[in-house]
């Protein structure tokens, strides 16, 4: 979504947008409409600088990010060093 580079979905990250907000869906188990992103911070911010998820999810407006942004940092931080 964001880099617009294709992977294989086990790569990806699922996200869906409850209530202005998106929300990471690691089980791809939430209601909605769903988008997928690699789960790193710059493909993130090339998603937000894009304005891709307004678009992806087909809402007007701007979404909270900062959940998501979270989520990956975390999950960025918990991969080991190689």
């Given at each position: 979504?964001g880099?617009?580079k294709?992977?294989?979905?086990h790569?990806l990250?699922?996200?869906?947008?409850?209530?202005?907000?998106?929300?990471?869906?690691?089980?791809?188990?939430?209601?909605?409409?769903?988008?997928?992103?690699?789960?790193?911070?710059?493909?993130?911010?090339?998603?937000?600088?894009?304005?891709?998820?307004?678009?992806?999810?087909?809402?007007?407006?701007?979404?909270?990010?900062?959940?998501?942004?979270?989520?990956?940092?975390?999950?960025?931080?918990?991969?080991?060093?190689?």
């Open positions: 979504m880099c617009r294709r992977a294989a979905k790569q990250l699922r996200v869906t947008a409850i209530e202005g907000v998106c929300v990471p869906d690691p089980r791809g188990a939430l209601p909605g409409r769903g988008a997928h992103l690699h789960p790193e911070p710059a493909c993130l911010d090339l998603a937000v600088r894009r304005r891709a998820f307004p678009r992806a999810f087909r809402l007007q407006g701007t979404l909270d990010t900062e959940r998501l942004r979270g989520f990956i940092e975390e999950r960025v931080g918990d991969t080991p060093a190689s």
